[in-house]
């Protein structure tokens, strides 16, 4: 059994920032990459941000420079820093593990999602 659970959303000013935490447990052979996703209303689910296992990130256009994704010396939490926000940032933010379970078995894992609300 794996699981992701996320914390760290809320509703902030625009202008402000949040920092979204992710953590990886369960029966988890490596990680490949863990991705930052969300949803807004009415929207397609968007990728936000990669960190890959070596350590190499990508950020969708819309976030560069503002949002940062890195991760503690285990791997197994993952972060969001987002600076910046702005109202066009709202949307439910959902955590991804691209994982292995055993040594041939990958498979997507996904977070419950937490409410990131940008407004004055």
């Known amino acids: 059994q794996v699981q992701l659970v996320e914390s760290g959303g809320g509703l902030v000013q625009p202008g402000g920032s949040l920092r979204l935490s992710c953590t990886v447990s369960?029966?988890?052979?490596?990680?490949?990459?863990m991705n930052w996703y969300r949803q807004a209303p009415g929207k397609q689910r968007e990728l936000v941000a990669t960190?890959?296992?070596?350590?190499?990130?990508n950020y969708t256009d819309s976030v560069k420079g503002r949002f940062t994704i890195s991760r503690d010396n285990t791997r197994t939490t993952v972060y969001l820093q987002m600076n910046s926000l702005k109202p066009e940032d709202t949307a439910v933010y959902y955590c991804?593990?691209?994982?292995?379970?055993?040594?041939?078995?990958?498979?997507?894992?996904w977070g419950q999602g937490t409410q990131v609300t940008v407004s004055s």
């Open positions: 991804n593990a691209d994982a292995f379970v055993d040594s041939y078995s990958r498979h997507n894992f």
């Open positions: 960190i890959t296992a070596g350590g190499s990130t």
């Open positions: 369960g029966n988890i052979f490596s990680i490949y990459a």
